[in-house]
């Protein structure tokens, strides 16, 4: 074998000659590069599928209302429900599977072995009491990792054949034929989960077992309640934890090529509530405005990011620190939104309206006296205003701005600087990397890395000028 072949080369060579391919689509570098084409203008006006739930259901009616739908819907021999949830949050699926009982003599059976990294052999579990139970609607209780499991068992149970590693982009397989409605509800107001089309999966029947991101159209839940009740006891780290999740997946989608004026408005949108809300809902939980309005920017900004790319470069970077450090996902993404906006900033002027909106949000001028301030400003000017406001509003929240500042866990200098090489090998082979405005090479991967340490304002400057 030439040694000028790259490990992922040699790794593609070893699988095809199997006859099956036994890595994903975005660890294959030929269908990457394809992948990044597709994200191309010219792609777009051929090829830009808008996913989004049918209905969302929002407020205190919100499980009156879709237990109307369900009574409705389902016909006297189908009233079966899958509840999914956590073994935390156990009650809170009681508490449905009591409420559609009463209202519309619906049935249901709680799954509460739902894991933070999805294992196929749980979901084999889940399968099997489907076979049993027969259910026709999957309602997932929970945060990302219920929901997720629950696009996870609905893809099992109907297509138990499927090899996740070779399912390309979002496409469509034919779901619904056993389970006609997946319905979830949000307990955390952050990752989108509740209208995104992509899970994640700890394949254990790889060696070694690997995180998998698996994009299919037919994950998308159909229905989304949004009751503030299930988000209100959410403590105040997690709130703040979750809450930075969304304003990266809005914040860091909005510069990406993949985005659409679809994606921005609601990626704009969502920035505005949660700069408006966020800090209020980690300052008082039963604030439940404030609540409500995070739950709507959290599920704005899923499917602004979504339906843009599978989130954005902080992610690729976020996912890659986080398997390392263990440190929280939305903690973790937070920290790296400042340089990856500045890296894709040397290509992309669309850093300027997110300038515009931080700014107006965050400041006590009159909002025209903002927009001519920002207007009047060169490109530098308006990343710099960027970069103060996105880290005032850090400030505000409780979030680390740096990794240097992070006390959950404290990160050593050194062994973050001796495992760079590692961290830019992971972050470059994420499936979030593929959609940046500016390519990605290891070599600049890791000079972001190096610039997070701290977040100096005049390092993420020289980033966007080199
Ligand atoms: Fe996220």
């Excluded at 072949?5 to 269908?31: A, C, F, H, V």
């Excluded at 219920?146 to 996870?152: E, G, T, V, W």
């Excluded at 209100?232 to 985005?259: E, F, N, Q, R």
């Amino acid at each position: 074998m030439s040694k000028s072949k790259t490990d992922q080369e040699s790794k593609i060579e070893k699988t095809s000659s199997k006859g099956k391919r036994e890595m994903t689509w975005y660890e294959d570098p030929n269908l990457r590069n394809l992948y990044v084409k597709s994200a191309s203008n010219a792609m777009k006006g051929y090829h830009l599928p808008i996913t989004t739930p049918k209905t969302v259901f929002t407020g205190t009616n919100s499980l009156t209302d879709f237990t109307i739908h369900l009574g409705a819907f389902l016909d006297e021999d189908e009233k079966r429900v899958l509840i999914i949830v956590d073994k935390d949050l156990r009650k809170m699926g009681e508490r449905v599977a009591d409420f559609i009982k009463e209202k519309r003599d619906i049935e249901s059976r709680i799954f509460d072995e739902v894991l933070p990294e999805v294992p196929k052999s749980k979901i084999n579990k889940a399968i099997d009491i489907c076979k049993e139970f027969d259910p026709k609607v999957f309602i997932a209780v929970g945060g990302g990792s219920a929901i997720d499991m629950s696009k996870l068992i609905l893809l099992y149970y109907e297509k138990p054949e499927i090899n996740v590693n070779q399912m390309m982009p979002p496409s469509y397989l034919g779901l619904r034929k056993k389970v006609y409605i997946l319905a979830a509800i949000p307990t955390t107001s952050g990752t989108g989960a509740e209208g995104s089309f992509n899970a994640m999966i700890y394949d254990d029947t790889r060696k070694p077992p690997v995180k998998v991101a698996v994009a299919l159209y037919e994950f998308c839940p159909d229905f989304v309640v949004l009751h503030p009740d299930f988000v209100k006891t959410m403590p105040k780290w997690l709130t703040m934890g979750t809450g930075m999740d969304a304003l990266a997946h809005a914040t860091g989608a909005y510069v990406l090529i993949g985005s659409s004026p679809f994606t921005d408005s609601m990626n704009i949108t969502g920035i505005e509530l949660i700069l408006q809300y966020l800090p209020r809902a980690v300052a008082r939980g039963d604030d439940m405005e404030a609540r409500e309005k995070m739950q709507l920017a959290a599920y704005l900004a899923g499917i602004g990011f979504i339906n843009t790319s599978a989130a954005g470069v902080e992610h690729a970077l976020g996912h890659s620190f986080g398997a390392v450090f263990h440190v929280h996902h939305g903690i973790t993404v937070g920290l790296f939104l400042a340089p990856s906006v500045a890296y894709q900033a040397k290509v992309t002027d669309r850093f300027i309206k997110l300038a515009e909106v931080y700014a107006i949000e965050l400041s006590d001028k009159p909002r025209h006296d903002v927009i001519t301030e920002i207007a009047h400003m060169s490109r530098e000017e308006a990343l710099r205003t960027f970069f103060k406001n996105l880290f005032k509003f850090m400030n505000m929240v409780g979030a680390p701005k740096s990794i240097s500042e992070l006390d959950m866990p404290q990160i050593d200098k050194a062994d973050y600087e001796a495992n760079l090489g590692l961290l830019a090998e992971q972050a470059f082979n994420d499936t979030c990397a593929l959609y940046s405005s500016r390519p990605f090479t290891l070599e600049n991967i890791r000079r972001i890395y190096e610039i997070a340490w701290d977040n100096d304002i005049e390092k993420l400057i020289k980033l966007f000028k080199t």
